[in-house]
């Protein structure tokens, strides 16, 4: 079930911490590396540091931006040094192994996201995920190396996989961690195929321009609406056929938006 | 209790190891690192990787045996990667830290030994040890970058020292940990108090009805639409100020739709 999981690093610097956390991720039985936009790639810095990782490397994916390493995901982490001013849902590692192992279990499509060296991700692009997962810190020297980051968060994701694959022998694994928890109400007997990334932000940019529409945003005047929307359809994990309703929902708003503006519809 | 717990690094050969085992202690609150027989120490490679954590190397001890590293240790874990010809006793990280956060608990002095990059610790060695500790890793990848090894023990003992400061404070942890059942990953730092039920039925009521008037849901073939939506909008638990967002859409697309209609603004 790692195989549905992904490791995602935007915008690294350093290429040795790309061979790092391919060596990190295969000890961990980890494959799928994405890279977003990074600095040096392949490099030879990256190939002595993954040691053995070189399979991993040579398969990982560059691509230029976060939308399309996330396009086919249904579930993604994003790694996150502190807090940030719009609240979001945050978890720490283990409760994000747990519901990343329920959701691949479910067929689901998995992403941890992990941002540049010197300033992690953006606000932006932490609000394309669903969950922000912290690593536990002292205060005042909360930065991780990147690789080091990445070490967490495949080790967890092996525990759960072990924990998974003891319970499906019979026996429960003596382990601080085999309470169960639930990362999303949904874990079972969901009638429908969770949206895509990519079917959530086609309906996030349809929703935008109705609210544009209507005249209750304006993007001169951004305030947190947006991203306060985002936040909460994310948080719903909508499935396909409750995206497919949403975008009817607005489909009709603007059949009456252009009536009233003495246009055609759309 | 931290503070009583060393982590050794037996005839360590890359320098820039030391320097990123440093990190991952300072990060997760660990100071006292003992160096047995380095290669290359003090070195400019260790000084760049520790980042941040100049205090840790410059307070490292050097010294030319592990028995004397052990000196004043209490208990003492060894690192290991594989099942030895003696049998000894084998825990799993999490159980370590727990151990070794219970003998701090009672003045003991703990100690983790990991050994060189390429063969880790000799038979020998292990045997000064009480416990070999294991980390999960996949056959035939084992082998762990020594400093990853560092960080993936300095979070277990992180994660044991945070799991027993809330429980002094009489309140459990939030986590997988603790046997705790966590049905929404918000509990605490949201910066809106959750909408009420009463709240989120209104705003439902108000959805339904806008619903009808643009002409997407006809109550006389209900199909499964409202449960659909209620269903989603549950899932996402949303606050009062979304819920405040939500009633401002819906107002402005009544207020077009009434336009279109040719009628008064509601």
Redesign the interface.
Known sequence: MLSHVSIVLVGTSHPGNIG?AA??M????LQHLVLVSPDSFPHPDADSRA???GDVLSGARVVSSLAEALADRTVVFGASAR?RT??W????P??AA?GAMAAAAQGGRVAFVFGREDSGLSNDELQRCH?HVQ????DG?????L??AV??IS?EL??EL?GLLEKARGKAR????S????????DEGWDVELASMEEVDQFLIHLEQV?VE???HDPDRPRQ?LQ??RR??L????DR??IN?LR??LR??Q???A??DGNKPH
Chains 1, 2 share one sequence.
């Open positions: 790092a060596r990190a295969k000890n961990m039985g040691s053995g990782a807090q719009l609240p849902p945050v978890v720490e283990a409760v747990k969950y690593i536990p810190t002292v020297f909360s930065s991780l190396n690789a080091m070490q967490v080790y092996r525990l072990l003596p382990s601080t961690r309470a169960d928890l639930m990362l999303s109400p949904r609210l209507i005249e209750f609406l306060r929307l909460l359809f948080r719903a994990h909508p056929m409750e309703i009817g929902v009709n708003v059949r009456k938006a009536i009233s």
